[in-house]
């Protein structure tokens, strides 16, 4: 597919807002398209250079795209930054300064196109194959590189294209195509059950893959497994009470809550890798927890856990376990200040079968039966004062409360649900998308003091409110040098954020509100931390915040309905 043709379906969809005509339309589209364009265009639809699971990622902020522009038309950085901030849109914004061009070559001509002999006709396959080759170049030394292959995308996208390029560029594509709205449209496309779309989609975490088993036929799609090194979505956990756990389920299995990092250990013979929540390869960071868990079973196995830190027997902060997370020197001197011990909930493929539809807790048993060490205990039961006490425990030992289970359930990637619960005292909290910051005041004037954060639905990002208390001085500073090079546009006091950085936020009480898009704010937003363990698609979403609101009501807080 010619990348113009995709540049026009992308602005036709801009343009539809109901869900139904959105999905037939996509599916009809998909429905004539060959095997090497039906991946990608999926893909790229969806707003993603790369599926979920793949290790490559396009780290390409504005700042580089920026300046990649600065090479294809006679304007310096700053000229197209105001162009942005005037737009408010990078894409509307690179259309503009791309139908404004000079021609260079023709001095004086305006040119909508390029001209040069070199142009090239853009297709899916050529644009990806170059955010390929971008993404495979590492560190600073590529920059040149990287710059000279984006120049040449733009250099040979016509405006429209060129819109369309940036915001897939900055994997924000704004057209409001969700992986729900895609998954419906496969469905439909090839005739098969969306529960077997989505099925396998949870398996694969990649919904390019899950289009081209439904062009094969439903047996394909029916026969999916999880693969050992191609990481699975981690199931995730809603918040709850031990009293509706037992009143929903009667017996339910609790654990601890460990207070650390989220891994992912796949082994397969001789090999083996660690994934990070986000699903990043974090073997060479973790070489003792590698070694522990490989000491654990000879079987080839994919384990789901938490890795935390401990110093004198207690578990030490969340933020150490990231700092081991996040480190690719000094790796040795770290080891000897504080040990990491993971805890193994969870087993997904065992020698070949995937497990995932199993139940809890024929699940538990596999665990337990090729473990040697390292399973988190577990407690099954229904007498609430017996988890009561575990609890106690838990927190007695320094960790973050309980998790519990419900004993059938079978484990669902990238699904928060009722199957897992979370307990934890204290605030409430919710885990949100920073998409934009206000320049603070007085002596944070050079810091950003307040920050707009949006929740999820079907990909689209909503704002919920803003804010700006419960920071240190350092954290401000810590997260204006983080988000700094992330600013898309600026107007007046306020900037605009590429979201991909996301803040625990404590809160009173969530209130329905008009003057956010999701309809909905929180009373006494505090920042707690930043979650840099999570990614975009880990944060609340729009539906989880009703339900928080309705829970509210019936707990008897002002608010609710
Ligand atoms: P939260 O990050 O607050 O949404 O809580 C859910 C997270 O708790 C999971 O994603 C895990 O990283 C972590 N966790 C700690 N202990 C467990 C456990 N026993 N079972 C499942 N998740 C756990």
């Known amino acids: 597919m010619k990348f113009l043709e995709f540049a026009r379906i992308c602005e036709q969809m801009e343009n539809i807002s109901g869900r139904l005509e959105m999905t037939e339309k996509i599916s009809g589209i998909l429905a004539g398209l060959d095997e090497r364009d039906l991946p990608l265009f999926v893909q790229f639809l969806t707003g993603k250079i790369f599926p979920d699971w793949s290790p490559e990622k396009i780290g390409i902020g504005p700042n580089l795209l920026f300046d990649a522009l600065t090479q294809v038309v006679d304007l310096t950085r700053s000229d197209i930054i105001d162009v942005i901030n005037r737009k408010g849109d990078v894409g509307l914004a690179v259309q503009s300064i791309l139908e404004n061009k000079k021609d260079t070559k023709r001095p004086g001509r305006a040119s909508t196109f390029q001209t040069s002999l070199f142009s090239r006709e853009l297709d899916l396959l050529s644009v990806y194959s170059d955010l390929e080759r971008i993404s495979r170049l590492g560190g600073r030394a590529s920059q040149a590189e990287k710059l000279s292959l984006i120049r040449s995308l733009f250099q040979n996208a016509s405006p429209l294209e060129a819109k369309y390029l940036a915001r897939l560029i900055l994997e924000d594509l704004r057209i409001g195509i969700g992986e729900g709205i895609m998954r419906d449209a496969i469905a439909r496309a090839f005739s098969v059950d969306p529960s077997l779309v989505e099925r396998a989609y949870q398996a694969l975490n990649d919904l390019g893959e899950v289009a081209l088993l439904a062009r094969k036929g439903r047996d394909f799609l029916a026969d999916v497994h999880i693969m050992p090194f191609h990481p699975v979505k981690m199931m995730l956990a809603q918040q709850g009470s031990i009293a509706q756990a037992i009143a929903e389920n009667g017996t339910v299995a609790a654990e601890y809550k460990y207070d650390g990092s989220r891994f992912q250990f796949h082994r397969q013979g001789k090999k083996s890798r660690m994934y990070s929540r986000k699903l990043e390869d974090v073997t060479d960071a973790l070489p003792e927890v ?202 007046g006091k306020e900037v605009h954020i590429e979201p991909f950085l996301v803040f625990e936020v404590g809160y009173s009480e969530v209130q329905k509100s008009p003057n956010y898009k999701s309809g909905f704010a929180l009373r006494f937003p505090r920042f707690v931390r930043v979650r840099d363990d999570k990614a975009i698609s880990d944060i609340e979403t729009l539906d989880s915040i009703k339900e928080r609101y309705k829970k509210q009501s019936s707990q008897g807080k002002p608010g609710g309905e």
Not at 325 to 339: D, L, P, S, V, W
Request: hydrophobic fraction near 40%; aromatic fraction near 8%.
């Open 290 to 491: 590698v070694e522990t868990l490989n000491r654990a079973t000879p079987h080839d196995v994919i384990l789901d856990g938490e890795v935390i830190a401990i110093r004198d027997g207690r578990p030490l902060p969340f933020q150490t376990v990231l700092r081991r997370f996040r480190r690719k020197y000094g790796i040795e001197a770290m080891q000897k200040e504080f040990m990491m011990q993971p805890f193994v909930f969870d087993i997904l493929y065992l020698d070949g079968k995937t497990l995932i539809d199993l139940p809890l807790q024929e699940r538990r048993k596999h665990l337990e039966a090729v473990l040697s060490e390292c399973v988190a205990p577990q407690t099954v039961g229904g007498d609430a004062s017996v988890i009561e006490a575990f609890y106690r425990e838990s927190l007695d030992a320094g960790h973050e409360g309980l998790m519990l289970k419900v004993l059938s359930s079978s484990y669902t990637p990238g699904i928060r649900g009722k199957n897992w619960l979370k307990i934890k005292p204290g605030v409430d909290t919710m885990d949100l998308a920073v998409i934009g910051a206000e320049w603070g005041e007085g002596k944070r004037a050079h810091l950003f003091g307040s920050f707009l954060l949006a929740c999820q639905d079907e990909g689209e990002l909503l704002p919920v409110g803003k804010v700006a208390t419960g920071f240190s001085d350092e954290q401000l500073l810590e997260v204006y040098e983080v988000l700094k090079d992330h600013v898309i546009a600026e107007s």
